[in-house]
C-alpha cells in the first residue's frame, strides 16, 4: 500500500499537478486501496491543522512581511556599510550582512530573496557583474531558515511531535547560523581579493556608525524580545509571533513611517497564500502518513537502515545523501512534511539527540533551495535580477560549498548544535 501511495503521488508530482493535491489524491487512493471508510478522511484533515502552534507560521510571515514594507532593508544596508563597506568584497559582505539581519525578522527565504534582490543588486551589479552580484543575495537569503525565528524550523517541529521544542531548534540554529554567516562574509573577501574587484562603499567613520546603530537599533531589538521571550518561557512561540506582528506594525507606523494603511492587504494575502499552501500539504500528509503507520513502513525503513549500518554518524551520513536528491527535485515544505515522521523516529532509536537531527534535516533542505533543478530560491532571484540560470548557478556554488563545510561540521561535532540548547535547558 505504502509503495501504491508513493508511486501515485510521484505520478501526479511529475505531471504537473500542485504537490498538497498530489498528496490529496495520493492519500484518497490509498485508503480506497485499501478498503477504509473514505468519511475517515475529512476530521484526519480538519485535526491536523486545528493546532495553536501551527499559527505561528502565518504571524511569523505577517512580521516580516510588515518589517519589509516598512522600510527595514533601507536600515540594515545603512547599519553594514557604516562598519564593512570599505573593506575588500565590502558590498558584497554588506549583503550577508542585511540578509543575516533580515533573517532574524523574517524567518523565509524566499521572503528575504525577493527583498534583498530587489534592494541591492542593483548597487551590487555595479561593482561585481549581474552573475556574482545575484549569487551573494542567493546565499544571504538562504540564512533565512537557519538563524531564528524560522518557519522551517516550526514545520519540522510540529512534523517531529512533542520530541521537538521549538525554542530548543531555534536555539540549535545559532551556533551553526554565526559559523555560516562568518564563513560567507569570508567567501565574500575572497572572491574579491582573488578578482581585484575595487574597493567601494562607505569610508570607515566612527560618527556614522553611531548614527547608524542608532537607527537600526529598534530593528535589532525585535527578534531579542521575541526570540528571547520565546526561550526563557515568557510565551509560547505562536504568542511571541504574535507579538513579532505588533511590533513590526509599531516600527512600520511610528518609527520608519513608511508602511501605509494600503499596504496591510496585500501582506495579509501574502501571508494567507502561504500559509494555506502549507496547511493543505499538513492536511492530507497526515492521511498518507497514516496510512504508512498502518502499513508499517516506518518500522520497516528502521530496521533497513539497521540492517546497513549501527553507525549514526552514517545514518546521517545516507540521511544526507537523500536529503540532498530531494532537495534537488521536491518542495521543501513537502519534504519536511512527508519525511520528518518517517525519519524522526528512527533518528531517535539511533541515540541521535532530537534537535541535532532536526538542524541537519533543517540545513539539508535549505541547501536544497539554492541547488537546481527545484531551487526556489534560484528562481526568485533569476525572476527579479533577470540573470541566466545558468550563470546563477555557476556563481553559487562556493556559497554551496560553504553550506556543505557548515553541514559536515555539524555532523562531525553535534556540540556545534546541541551546546547552546543544552545551556539553556532544552
Known sequence: MSLFVIITFLILAFLGMPLAFSLGVSALAGLWMSGFDLAVLSPRLMNAVNSFPLMSIPLFMVAGELMLKGGIMDRLVGFANAFIGRMRGGLAQVAIVSGAGLASVSGAAVADASALSSTLVPSLKKQYGLGFSSGIVAAAANLGPIIPPSGAMIVYAFM?????????????????????????????????????????????????????????????LMPVVVIGGIVIGAFTPTEGAAIGVCYALFLGFFVTRQLKLSDLPEVLLTAAKTSALVGAMIAFASTVTFLFTIDMLPMQLASLMKGITDSPFLFLCLISLMLLVVGMFLESNAAYIMLVPLFHPIALQYGIDPLHFGFIFVLNLVIGMLTPPVGVVLFVVTGITGVRMGELVRESWPFIAAMYAVLLLCMLVPSVVTWLPTWLGY
Open 160 to 220: 517531529a511531535g512533542s520530541s521537538v521544542s521549538v525554542g530548543g531548534l531555534f536555539m540549535a540554529g545559532v551556533v551553526p547560523g554565526l559559523i555560516l554567516f562568518v564563513a560567507l562574509m569570508a567567501l565574500c573577501w575572497l572572491i574579491a581579493w582573488m578578482r581585484d574587484y575595487p574597493l567601494a562603499g562607505t569610508p570607515f567613520s566612527l560618527a556614522n556608525i553611531l548614527r547608524e546603530t542608532r537607527r537600526s537599533f529598534l530593528v535589532f
